[in-house]
């Protein structure tokens, strides 16, 4: 199921597609999701850029650039529609999106045909997430569990903690766990990309030669996450907010408070987009529950990751 985030959402199904057919999965269907997030535009966001200044990760917002695109960079902004075939190292896909049923309304079937069972995984925008719920007032409660790559909580939790922390969206989904800046913890080396390839299949070659070692792991922590919890060697959950420690100056635990969260979406904010903290006697109506994760156990991540990859399954 794919959205717009880091480029159209037409792009990244074909993705999708392409690298489901590497390991012989295309077994598993694809199905288009949002073209467009319920609030934002290209324009939109480019203007508020304007007045706000840049963001360092645009993702399908940035402006066109026809020459980026001919080497091989996935379409921003333009026409939402059209596909850029230099971008496909995976190889470009045979196989067609699934149009059967929408991304939304895909997920809305299986929590009622499977209550309780279907773990939920986003690695990027929240728009098919979003729809489902408004679709179908029962659809986060018959969900098992939502697990997301989310963002950071910027220098505004100081008013709360004197630390980083992370949370997320409001919704009634029996857990949400949320990967944040845990995400940065294990950073991707040379070594263990020429590790990963002493087994060699298509999945190794494509993560060895085009992974890199700029970027930590951040979207495999969430979804490695999901499969097994244990990963997690730290999270913090709180009954009505997220309980967060006071700090002395000396750093030693002095008391408890509860944090309160929302997420900014104004569109005239600096913050929009943000996630934003309160204390309980500032804090609005509607917080919940989440559970945060502190810290992972990196060497089983990476082991995680490898075995995936040298054992991949297959639909034979």
Same mark, same amino acid.
């Given at each position: 199921?794919?959205?717009?985030?880091?480029?159209?959402?037409?792009?990244?199904?074909?993705?999708?597609?392409?690298?489901?057919?590497?390991? !012989?999965? @295309?077994?598993?269907?694809?199905?288009?999701?949002?073209?467009?997030?319920?609030?934002?535009?290209? +324009?939109?966001?480019?203007?508020?850029?304007?007045?706000?200044?840049?963001?360092?990760?645009?993702?399908?917002?940035?402006? +066109?650039?026809?020459?980026?695109?001919?080497?091989?960079?996935?379409?921003?902004?333009?026409?939402?529609?059209?596909?850029?075939?230099?971008?496909?190292?995976?190889?470009?896909?045979?196989?067609?999106?699934?149009?059967?049923? @929408?991304?939304? !309304?895909?997920?809305? +079937?299986?929590?009622?045909? %499977?209550?309780?069972?279907?773990?939920?995984?986003?690695?990027?925008?929240?728009?098919?997430?979003?729809?489902?719920?408004?679709?179908?007032?029962?659809?986060? @409660?018959?969900?098992?569990?939502?697990?997301?790559?989310?963002? %950071?909580? &910027?220098?505004?939790?100081?008013?709360?903690?004197?630390?980083?922390?992370?949370?997320?969206?409001?919704?009634?989904?029996?857990?949400?766990?949320?990967?944040?800046?845990?995400?940065?913890?294990?950073?991707?080396?040379?070594?263990?990309?020429?590790?990963?390839?002493?087994?060699? !299949?298509? %999945?190794?070659?494509?993560?060895?030669?085009?992974?890199?070692?700029?970027?930590?792991?951040?979207?495999?922590?969430?979804?490695?996450?999901?499969?097994?919890?244990?990963?997690?060697?730290?999270?913090?959950?709180?009954?009505?907010?997220?309980?967060?420690?006071?700090?002395?100056?000396?750093?030693?635990?002095?008391?408890?408070?509860?944090?309160?969260?929302?997420?900014?979406?104004?569109?005239?904010?600096?913050?929009?987009?943000?996630?934003?903290?309160?204390?309980?006697?500032?804090?609005?109506?509607?917080?919940? !529950?989440?559970?945060?994760?502190?810290?992972?156990?990196?060497?089983?991540?990476? &082991?995680?990751?490898?075995?995936?990859?040298?054992?991949?399954?297959?639909? @034979?």
């Amino acid at each position: 199921m794919r959205n717009t985030a880091n480029s159209w959402q037409r792009q990244c199904a074909y993705h999708a597609l392409a690298n489901l057919e590497v390991g !012989n999965l @295309s077994c598993i269907p694809v199905y288009a999701g949002a073209t467009y997030p319920l609030i934002n535009t290209p +324009e939109r966001f480019q203007a508020w850029e304007s007045v706000h200044g840049k963001l360092p990760w645009e993702g399908a917002f940035a402006l +066109e650039n026809a020459t980026a695109e001919a080497l091989g960079n996935d379409p921003t902004s333009g026409d939402p529609n059209r596909i850029v075939k230099p971008a496909f190292i995976e190889g470009f896909p045979t196989t067609k999106i699934n149009h059967s049923t @929408s991304a939304a !309304n895909f997920m809305v +079937e299986m929590v009622h045909k %499977y209550p309780h069972q279907v773990s939920i995984y986003s690695a990027g925008a929240l728009t098919n997430v979003a729809l489902a719920v408004r679709m179908d007032s029962d659809f986060a @409660s018959l969900a098992k569990e939502l697990v997301i790559m989310g963002g %950071y909580v &910027d220098v505004n939790m100081y008013q709360v903690t004197g630390d980083y922390l992370q949370a997320d969206i409001n919704s009634d989904f029996p857990e949400i766990v949320i990967a944040g800046n845990v995400a940065n913890q294990v950073q991707s080396t040379q070594e263990y990309l020429d590790e990963v390839y002493t087994v060699k !299949n298509e %999945y190794t070659k494509l993560f060895h030669d085009h992974y890199g070692t700029e970027f930590p792991f951040w979207d495999e922590t969430a979804a490695a996450l999901m499969v097994d919890r244990s990963l997690a060697t730290n999270t913090t959950t709180g009954k009505w907010g997220v309980w967060v420690p006071h700090c002395s100056t000396d750093g030693d635990i002095t008391n408890w408070s509860v944090a309160y969260i929302d997420v900014d979406i104004s569109y005239g904010s600096p913050n929009y987009g943000n996630i934003h903290v309160y204390q309980a006697m500032l804090k609005p109506p509607g917080v919940r !529950n989440i559970t945060y994760v502190n810290r992972i156990d990196g060497a089983k991540l990476k &082991d995680m990751m490898k075995q995936a990859m040298w054992k991949p399954p297959t639909c @034979s």
